[in-house]
């Protein structure tokens, strides 16, 4: 999880995200669960996220076994099939009001954070789902636990799609992304030890952190807009959560960090391209 910046960098979604995802040297050092502190550097660039529905960019063999994995891959009891393109919205400078229910006079529930929570970019939030109207949207609000979902209204709001998302489940160890319904990659992945399980629930990529090659957090982070609430006894650094890489590939596909999610510099070089700004990300046991 991501550890506050020494310094924060504020800039617009349109310029700038983070360092190594346009290119810009960001002076700030980073720590994810289970590791320890690690200085971002420069990478390649990227593109972020505009109002075009978002196609992977590179899609290669979609494990990390000898055998291909299935187009198609088993849903967990309950999860939604993702056979349609996925809203995304840009927070206002200053945050929303999310309310209990689809309309103005409805009660408060919290404030929709405008930016992430150690880095200061701009959020791109998912969309669950509108009213009637197509007015109101309901949205899960970022780096909050328990997890609250409300209300907000969508009239100005910048808007972008994404047909891609993540899988994270629990039980299996595995982190598999999806083109819709299609499955792109499988891999394992570490998840949280038995004293800081990694806590379940609906995220969006808040940060997308490249990282000097051999560092405890691997070569690359993509922050989300979650926080751990049981952190180890002693931990020091911060309490976003994060899926990134690290330099104890033997951890993978255990119960091993203190919240994160790891997976192999393999894993990383493939989701780069795809795992953009407001890509959900949904963790189930």
């Known amino acids: 999880m991501v550890q506050r910046a020494r310094r924060a960098i504020r800039t617009s979604w349109v310029s700038v995200t983070l360092a190594g995802v346009l290119g810009v040297t960001m ?40 055998a291909p994995a299935p187009k198609k891959d088993p849903r967990p009891p309950g999860h939604t099939a993702w056979d349609r393109a996925t809203l995304l919205v840009h927070v206002p400078a200053g945050g929303i009001a999310a309310r209990r229910n689809p309309w103005s006079g409805a009660p408060t529930i919290g404030t929709v954070a405008a930016t ?19 007015t109101w949207g309901r949205v899960e609000l970022p780096y909050v636990w328990p997890r609250v979902d409300g209300w907000i209204p969508l009239h100005g709001l910048n808007r ?13 160890h595995r982190v598999r992304v999806y083109k819709r319904d299609d499955l792109l990659y499988t891999v394992a992945g570490a998840t949280g030890s038995s004293a800081s399980p990694t806590p379940p629930g609906a995220y969006v990529v808040t940060d997308r952190v490249p990282f000097a090659a051999g560092s405890s957090l691997g070569s690359f982070a993509f922050g989300i807009s979650g926080i751990q609430p049981h952190l180890p006894a002693g931990w ?3 309490n976003q959560l994060a ?43």
Not at 253 to 278: H, I, M, N, Y
């Open 27 to 66: 002076p700030m050092a980073a720590s994810m669960a289970g590791t320890a502190l690690a200085s971002p550097i420069a990478g390649t660039t990227a593109s972020g996220l505009s109002v075009r529905v978002l196609h992977p960019i590179q899609i290669g063999v979609p494990t990390e076994a000898p």
């Open 116 to 134: 992430s929570k150690y880095y200061h970019v701009p959020i791109v939030l998912r969309v669950e789902t509108t009213n009637t109207k197509g």
């Open 160 to 172: 972008a799609q994404t047909i891609l998302h993540v899988d994270v489940d629990l039980s299996e």
């Open 236 to 238: 020091s650094g911060g």
């Open 243 to 285: 899926i990134h890489g690290t330099n104890d590939p033997s951890s993978i596909g255990t119960s091993a960090s203190a919240g994160c999610v790891r997976v192999s510099e393999w894993a990383l070089d493939r989701f780069k391209p795809l795992l953009q700004l407001g890509t959900p990300v949904i963790i189930h046991a």
